[in-house]
């Protein structure tokens, strides 16, 4: 890809975000997408591989601030024509003819000369778009050399048990990624043949494309900016020297974790181009609700049904736990919905160990038995005291009103 095809791409538009996106909802975009193209969700679509590529492509720049700086940085730059016009003696003619030639700019730079350090810190535009275009600094062999970057970051997801959450669970984890073709190990030919060194570029990977006045370092359209070309390609990456690979690992999940939880595993991600460092791979963690168990923070919430009479007389309960079961005494005239603490019984996170939090609710019975409903009602006819006696005042009240105003 050239430096001009590389600047024109508009990542913003891949991830469908807008130039001025947090790096949150640049996140929650590429998530998105990424699920729904994963090679794994649509095998053998190519166009979803595709899609998946360039999604990919657009995070790994965008995710990143020094990157995201540069792209913005080079794309305004371009894009407002800086360079046009460029020339020297000539003032306007082709590059090597007094013309301006960007590879120059992108080379040499950094070495102290006409945009150089002094310029109000534009001496990073070597570093700048080296940094883009994957193209080494100053003194790199052919103007080829990659430079050392870390590699993608992946995400993949898995979902637990609500015990698993609370405890801490240890969990297979399937990647699909690119990695080296383990027929060719990433030469690309056939085994027992050599790829040959590129005639258009003898080998560096560069060519040198005019434009105006000033000159494009771009790959070389031959070989692809590898350097070299496959007569008889790989029969298992066709030439492509990487193929989509599941990598099995496994992890654990710590206890305490929360549903929507992303836990980072550092180094885990795909190799850095050029040796660098690997990325980083982030696990998104599903947690399946508990039919009995709910959870706030750090507590565990349990409601628990009981009758009238077990409230108006007192009871003790045994209500379970995570890890068994507890007595829990309820005394005489207890209101419905009132909450008891369990100490020490909700989930341990960092150290500090939340409670179970028990609400009592009152079953009121769909049916009723011939003498459970005579006892009923002997005990209304009993009861003496207003369960309501606040709003029979209020009512009393108003009734006395409306009678003297009618007088």
């Given amino acids: 890809m050239s430096a001009k095809d590389y600047y024109e791409k ?32 649509n095998p053998g679509n190519k166009q979803a591989e595709e899609r998946f590529k360039a999604v990919s492509e657009a995070y790994d720049v965008l995710s990143d601030t020094e990157k995201r700086k540069e792209y913005d940085e080079a794309r305004n730059l371009m894009a407002s024509g800086a360079f046009r016009g460029f020339g020297g003696a000539g003032g306007g003619g082709p590059a090597g003819a007094g013309g301006f030639d960007m590879n120059d700019l992108f080379r040499n730079a950094s070495q102290g000369g006409g945009m150089g350090a002094g310029a109000g810190g534009m001496g990073g535009l070597g570093d700048l778009f080296g940094g883009l275009f994957n193209r080494g600094g100053a003194g790199a062999p052919g103007g080829a050399r990659m430079r050392p970057q870390k590699g993608a970051d992946l995400e ?8 698993d959450s609370v405890n801490g ?50 790959p070389c359209a031959n070989c692809h900016g590898t350097g070299s070309i496959i007569d008889d390609p790989c029969p298992t990456c066709h030439g492509e020297r990487t193929v989509l690979q599941t990598r099995r690992l496994t992890t654990r999940i ?4 929360s549903d929507g939880q992303r836990i980072k595993l550092a180094g885990k991600g795909e190799p850095g181009p050029g040796g660098g460092p690997n990325g980083d ?32 007389l007192g009871t003790t309960l045994t209500v379970p736990t995570l890890s068994g079961s507890v007595s829990l005494r309820v005394p005489a005239g207890t209101s419905n919905g009132r909450k ?46 207003d369960p309501r006696e606040a709003i029979t005042r209020a009512l009393r009240s108003r009734d006395g009103a409306v009678t003297g105003n009618s007088s």
């Avoid at 508009?10 to 998530?31: H, N, P, Q, W």
């Avoid at 993949?156 to 015990?163: H, K």
């Avoid at 710590?254 to 974790?257: E, I, L, T």
């Fill in 10 to 41: 508009d990542f913003y538009k891949e991830l469908g975000v807008t130039k001025t996106a947090s790096g949150d909802e640049i996140k929650k975009a590429y998530r998105k997408l990424a699920r729904d193209l994963h090679p794994d969700k």
């Fill in 156 to 163: 993949t997801e898995v979902r637990i048990g609500f015990a």
């Fill in 169 to 218: 669970v240890t969990v297979p984890l399937g990647i699909t990624e690119r990695s080296t073709c383990p027929t060719c190990h990433g030469i690309g030919a056939k085994p027992g043949t050599s790829p040959r060194e590129c005639p258009v570029c003898h080998g560096t990977g560069l060519t040198t494309r005019n434009q105006g006045s000033f000159a494009f370092s771009e």
């Fill in 254 to 257: 710590p206890a305490g974790v």
């Fill in 281 to 312: 791979l982030y696990v998104v963690v599903h947690v399946t609700p508990d039919e009995l168990f709910g959870r706030n923070g750090d507590n565990l919430t349990l409601t628990v049904p009981v009758t009238f009479p077990e409230l108006a």
């Fill in 340 to 385: 008891f603490r369990v100490k020490g019984a909700g989930v341990t996170r960092k150290g500090v160990t939340g409670d179970l939090i028990v609400s009592v609710d009152v079953a009121v019975p769909q049916k009723l038995s011939g003498a459970a409903k005579d006892a009923l009602e002997s005990f209304a006819q009993a009861q003496t005291a």
